[in-house]
Each structure stands twice: as C-alpha cells, then as structure tokens.
C-alpha cells in the first residue's frame, strides 16, 4: 500500500533553517509531490510544488525562503526552509499525486510533522 514518511521538524528560533522529508513508497508512478502546512484554527494551504519535470512553485509568504526538490531515485521530497519566521509554525503535509498501473490517479498525504519557530 502507498506509504508516506515524513520526517525533519522540529523546534527552531526564529531566523534558523530545518529540512523536511517524505519518502513515498508502494507508488507505480509519482507526478507532482507537494509540502502544505495547517496552523491551529486555519485552512491547510499550499507551501511548495515540484512537478515530474522539476517544475516548482510556491506562494509569496514563502518564496524566496523555502525551496523544494526531490530524488525521482528515492521517491523523496525534501522541503528546505530558511529563514524561519514565528507564523511558519504549523503541521507540515506531504502530499504526492501520482497514478496506477491502470492509469487511475490519486492524491496521499503523510502523517504530517510539527514546526515550531520561537520569536
């Protein structure tokens, strides 16, 4: 069965840096791989996005800041995040789009993990 397994956060101050990671498994095949985040009493939204093709995206609270990559070899996704900010504090999410061998798609979500930043 498809498996996410998150790893990384942590507490850190504020202006510090961690590195997530997601290793998937018992996935035929991987397209986009996704980092979203959820803070207490707020939506789950978006941080970064790679595509298949190395493709990344991200919003404004975090450009420039966070970078996205992924080793197709592993089926791993990291999440570099720098210069860390107190409002960054919440539960990270993996989330990996990705097909079967039938061609059906669907969307997974890892177990998330915790970030905390201190002021």
């Known amino acids: 069965q498809v498996q996410l397994v998150e790893s990384g956060g942590g507490l850190v101050q504020a202006g510090g840096s961690l590195r997530l990671s997601c290793a998937a498994s018992g996935i035929f095949s991987i397209n986009t791989m996704n980092w979203y985040r959820q803070a207490p009493g707020k939506q789950r939204e978006l941080v970064a996005g790679?595509?298949?093709?190395?493709?990344?995206n991200y919003p404004d609270s975090v450009k420039g800041r966070f970078t996205i990559s992924r080793d197709n070899a592993k089926n791993t996704v990291y999440l570099q995040m720098n210069s860390l900010k107190p409002e960054d504090t919440a539960v990270y999410y993996c989330?990996?789009?990705?097909?079967?061998?039938?061609?059906?798609?669907?969307?997974?979500w890892g177990q998330g993990t915790q970030v905390t930043v201190s002021s």
């Open positions: 989330n990996v789009l990705h097909r079967d061998q039938r061609g059906y798609s669907y969307s997974s």
């Open positions: 790679i595509t298949s093709a190395g493709n990344t």
